[in-house]
């Protein structure tokens, strides 16, 4: 077997980052299988000052990942069909714009518009104050440029390109932890995976809150798309999203005043552990599905924010070890997770990009299969907030 | 009519800064009228790190422009008599240094050194909490870089300058404001021109505050130096500005433990809804005018700073849709603005530099014309703080 | 005598920052006594990005100092036996992704990891809020860069190597203070030399605080490392720091669940003012000295935080005007130091770094010698806290 053909575009250890680059399959001398493109640049001016992209193009699929904004995913594309959302927030802002603790702890308000980004590591939730903790939205993991940035492109077909980075959330007394993050395309293929893997590098247990807050908006996202899994749990997040109760699963278009509506939900896994859920438009010719661990993220939630379009007219599938709820509820409800000095968690998503009827029909019956014998209890109170695992 | 000459200095849509450039008018082979020069520079080391300047020169004018500080204006010059004031913060901090937050709310006065600096537009007052709201000194519009910049030089005489900068309040669920503003140079000319658009590009409406903090010091600030204009209200601001509201127009020499003395004003308009103030120094032969639409902006609010030199000796000519009351109290007295959705508010000021007693006449005699009828009412108290307008 | 020769590397005065730099002693054609080299570098990547390091290398000794962290020194080396510790935080954090106020004032901890960082000016202990006034931990010098930095070598031998900065701490209304550091290297020598000015530049008198948090782990720290010194007084900084009371001069090895004790202290100084404590290994061939003025900074915190070595085992010698109480405690203890308008405070201090045993036999012998005579008074209650100087 060939040694990988490995590219460092960032490593704080060597102070270096590469400020713009690209690698063609051509120039590497790969013909075999669908040509790809790997490109990194550095955007500029106003608040994007200094951010970083990197896109991966292969055969039909490109992904773009913002390696200073916690390896968070912009957008996807496939067939020139874009995956993503239209936010408010209309440039890649460089997290030293960024004051998480502003707005009363809704800083992270300030640059969010990705297809995916990583709430977590120390804390995931909805911001509070807890005794001497100060815990403002979300976490600070997506907004923390990565220490090491690598591409990986592997010599023998199908000559899979693996872009890893590492996240550091280190403060002295407080944290040391390291996610060492991997995306991987297959060229040729529709999606890509993640494979992350969280270190708690200190000499105590920590604590840890991750939620894979994944947004999707149009072309996929219209009036009556549906989601689609082998839900077991459902319940309303809060008073807030009672009143869709019953639609907890089908979409509204863009709708005034709507704000949004969450569902805390529990999913049913395959023999392998791996669950699947979709996004599908109404004519079911276009989806978008997230595959995940059951065992690494048990909990589910579904943020539905079908506000009017220039709001940002997007839905939320967010696989988590947790829910949103503020941390000391997470806590009660047993639902906090420790890392023990050393030890790591890992966290594997697929995200597949569903641009015709066969691709979300394929989807549907996996998810079909999943379904099988499942019922789903649809709680009118939100009683999944409280709820103590055994 | 030909077309204009334009530069793009900065455009976050294509992540493109510019970080030093220059051009002059025998450059663009314009040789009719004034001769000028504009400059773009980078700054560097300390908080000034990425700091960039914009500088026209043009006949007997200089103006220098911050684009990274919200495309405020650092200082202006005419026959080389500087316009501005000596802050204690000597250098042009970079937004990232600034944490508008810290200091209980006061962090703004860590870059404070403009000539004019825009307040707003989410809000423009005092530091307050407000609910779950939380609200810092004058806003962020001046600590926000530009998204866009550009140069615009017309073909034909007087080959009007226009430096335009696109200023971006955004946040998820909370403001999607942007102000295009555009600074005008007309070679030969005295002075310069805003003509500012805020727009409200959310789906529902959004209120707004602003105040166009101008500040000037010595040479024209200095004992004896006055203040004229079409006023009809003056009131103190708070009781620390009572005890000098009987020489409420005239201004002191460096004051030691005078801190500093706010009155809210109101000023008559000419026919043409424009109204005009002035900073007179003592002798009448140096000045600094402010020109603008009484209807863009009713509020007017004058700060005597006239401290010591070093503590900063300066005074503040303050048009504005509000006074810099917290805006639970300017939204009390029905000043806090609203847009509707896509809507835009105009504000427009015209910036005179007085270099010589006919010039200081001309404008007082223009003031004179707008004072015709008008008589001041001078309030023992802070009336205008809570005056709900009809 | 000749002229010195200047190197600028930053100066915000013309906008300058030299990225990467560097001087030999051969290149500048000095060629007696020990050679020298200075480096200058900026680091990218991560939350490096942007930090810069500058490094004197002469004879057998090596000091790193960090101009966009407060001048602050990240670690020193003899023989390449290396001085300081390791952080949790291994990366030189720029301070743009610095939010002192995060995590309820403790975001310091998110960059801490030098062998030197100054505490200080305007504020230098704990966090606390007084008032309106918002104390974060540890005061702002540290997490700013430098202004104005220059490398001065002297023609003639024995070549002295200053290297200086300039930290402004600039609000208006608030506080402007300039402090102008120097270190200096004399080539051939074992340790190199603090000298700074603080200069309060406003027209008002403002207080202030520092500590001069000195840092070294392993090797020499290690267990059965000793402090030595003339101390006078030593008293439990808090009840956490009473259970080692009996051992406070000697160190333990790492020592889970440990986390840190300190103690307040005082120290006796020779005729000349000056005074010496040293951390020196178990078997006395290693040590790290410290000399100062104890008329400059009366106040020494012993701060030995022995967990284990993940956790960052490291113990601290910090001399300063104050403890690390909160300021409103050190107001209350008269500690609390004044500098009138145009004053200057002056910190001078001398760090030596031994590796072997004679050096620091020699090192003993010359606090023995400011020993003589002094009985040390160990309390077991925090008397210091509240003590009021006559």
């Given at each position: ?14 102070g ?37 992209l ?71 939730g ?19 440029p ?42 040729g ?87 699947e859920?979709a ?7 276009l ?19 079908t506000?009017?379009?220039?709001q ?30 050393g ?8 995200f ?20 099988k ?18």
């Amino acid at each position: 077997m060939q040694d990988d053909i490995i590219f460092t575009l960032t490593d704080t250890a060597g102070g270096l980052e590469v400020a713009d680059w690209s690698v063609t399959s051509g120039e590497l001398g790969i013909h075999s299988g669908a040509p790809f493109e790997i490109v990194k640049r550095t955007l500029h001016g106003g608040r994007q000052e200094g951010s970083t992209l990197v896109t991966i193009r292969s055969g039909r699929l490109a992904v773009t990942v913002i390696p200073t904004r916690g390896m968070g995913i912009l957008r996807a594309s496939l067939d020139g069909i874009g995956f993503g959302w239209a936010s408010p927030v209309d440039e890649v802002v460089h997290p030293s714009f960024i004051r998480l603790g502003e707005r009363n702890g809704l800083g992270w308000l300030e640059g969010f518009n990705e297809l995916m980004v990583r709430c977590g590591y120390e804390w995931s939730g909805h911001p509070t104050v807890d005794g001497d903790k100060v815990y403002t939205l979300h976490g600070r993991a997506g907004n923390t440029p990565a220490s090491k940035v690598e591409v990986r492109i592997e010599r023998e077909a199908p000559h899979r390109i693996t872009l890893s980075g590492l996240i550091k959330e280190k403060a002295f007394k407080n944290v040391e932890f390291e996610t060492w993050t991997e995306l991987t395309v297959v060229p040729g293929d529709t999606g890509f995976s993640l494979d992350d893997r969280l270190v708690n590098r200190a000499d105590y247990a920590h604590t840890y809150e991750v939620i894979y807050h994944t947004n999707v908006g149009r072309p996929v996202l219209e009036e009556g798309a549906r989601v689609i899994g082998p839900f077991t749990q459902v319940a309303p997040f809060n008073d807030a999203a009672k009143p869709d109760l019953a639609t907890w699963d089908r979409y509204r278009g863009p709708t005034r005043d709507f704000d949004e509506m969450l569902y805390a939900c529990e999913l049913k896994a395959g023999a392998d552990g791996r669950t699947e859920v979709a996004l599908v438009n109404a004519s079911g010719t276009l989806g978008f599905s997230v595959a995940y661990h059951v065992g690494e993220m048990p909990a589910f939630t579904l943020w539905k924010n079908t506000d009017t379009d220039r709001q940002g007219y997007v839905t939320g599938l967010e696989p988590g070890s947790n829910y949103p709820y503020p941390l000391p509820v997470e806590r009660a409800a047993g639902r906090l997770k420790t890392l023990e000095p050393g030890a790591e968690a890992r966290f594997r998503l697929h995200f597949d990009l569903l641009t015709d009827k066969s691709a979300v029909d394929a989807c549907a019956a996996r998810i079909d299969r999943l379904k099988k014998g499942v019922e789903v209890a649809v709680h009118g109170e939100p009683v999944l907030r409280s709820r103590t695992k055994a």
